[in-house]
């Protein structure tokens, strides 16, 4: 491989499939603005001649960045422990900048643009962006408490630690939210599974492309995890990884999102990098706080983000428990379809909604294994809402994705008030939209009563909060990893009792709608049938 330069540049041997990721992404032309200023970063060294004032210039623009600026350099004058009011004062950013040195003020100048312009239209992207930028901001709060000489590198690490998991969900969207999905599903997602769907990782074209646009050795060295050796300074690195796994273990959407798993993670690094466990959590609000003015320019809300990430961690912990359980796990193949056929017969301990949702799945059952009957979505979307009606719910509405998947709007409703009901079902498949855009996100199934923990979860979601329902069901449609729709159905004054029986059974119900969308998918050769239910 070779730099941006030209020069052959030393590297680990890449996969065929990194590879062309590498030279793919190395050629782009229409690089998306944060990797044009990650590529500034690396051509630093040409930038040499610039003179102090024209950087004092650009930094001054940026309260933000002045302020970091001179934080640093206040934090690295005197001797550690010494009394403060003894240390000399830096005041301006010409000192700081004349103390800590030209390249080290200008990575930090860089580095600090780099995710301002972010891709909107991609919520994966946007939210491994805030992740990185949170992860920056704790490397630099974690290495002043520490005190290591050089917290701009810290944050520099920080930042670019995740690199080539940005780059492939920026330029691999759909195989990426693949990977996510089925991450999300595992118990213990561990680093390199990303693998089995890429044939790479994420480690390996992060570290060829920071070598390729010629960033500092050490962040490319930080990029691939600390196992205890490091080929250069151990406590940036150690730094950096402990930074990289707090922020997930926080905000990631792969995350065991537990309060226990976060004080272990912190314990264990406290005792690595001669902390205490109490220094290392106190490093959190002023994480958020260095960080709150570029997400503002970022322009994402912060307090929404962070219950947007918690919300979604909810219900991917949910999804972990169904899975593990086998809970609406239903592979209808068609040498299924007679086993379930055999399931769905009546039973006399059944409840009156038991055994209405039981004949309508039943119904539809038979209706497939009819090869003579014609694949009808409409007649299959009308008898889905009438068996949820007849079942005790009093709304409900077939909700259908535009085309592009940002969306998911009201197609087709059922009871009082649908027509308006459809109207106003809009909801964006991301964790910031709430609690019912996060389970739209990580394609999970919802059977909530509006009470309880559960009550205090989703009350404050603006779609619960419009319809103001007792209890509601929401049951996404997801053909080959996208995202068709969703069913959901709600009761305002109704209470319907909720049974393992009857949640199967919705589930069910909702798998013949999504088993009709493939066949007419199949049968025509179109993307899906959804926009013609």
Known sequence: ??????????????????????????????????????????QMASNLDARVALLEKAIVQDVTLTAKVLKIANALTGSPGGDPSSRQQITSVKQAIMLLGYDRVHYLSSASSVFRQIEQDSPAVNDLLVESLLTANHGLQLSLAAGWAKPELAYLCGLF?????????????????????????????????????FAFTFEEVGVALARRWGMPPDVARTMRPYRGVADGDPTLHMITQCSAEVTRAQFGAVSSGSDEALAALRADWAHRLSLSVQEIADLQEAVMQEAGPTLRAMRVDVDTWVRGRRDLQDVARVRREQHTTGAGDSDLEAEGLARLGEELMSREDDTVTEARLRAAVLALVERRQDTAAPNDVGLVTQATLRAAHEAGFERGVLAISSEDFKFVRGRVGFGQGSTELVRSFVARPSATFGPVGAALQSRTDLFVQLTGADGKLYGRDRLVREFNPSQFVLLPLVLED???????????????????????LMQHLRDQLV????????????PTAANGA
């Open 161 to 197: 630690r995740r690199l080539g998991e940005v780059l492939v969900a920026c330029y691999r969207p759909q195989q990426y939210l693949v990977w996510l999905e089925r991450s999300r599903s595992e118990q213990t997602p561990r680093e390199g599974d990303e693998a089995a769907v």
């Open 515 to 526: 088993a009709a969308f493939a066949r007419h998918r199949a049968s025509t050769g179109g």
């Open 1 to 42: 491989m070779t730099g941006s330069d030209g020069d052959t540049m030393p590297h680990d041997s890449l996969s065929p499939e990194a590879e062309a990721f590498v030279r793919a992404v190395g050629a782009a032309s229409n690089l998306p603005m944060f990797v044009q200023n990650v590529r500034a970063i690396g």
């Open 482 to 504: 996208r995202l068709l729709g969703c069913l959901y159905f709600d009761s305002i004054h109704e209470s319907i009792e909720a049974t393992d029986t009857s949640r199967r």
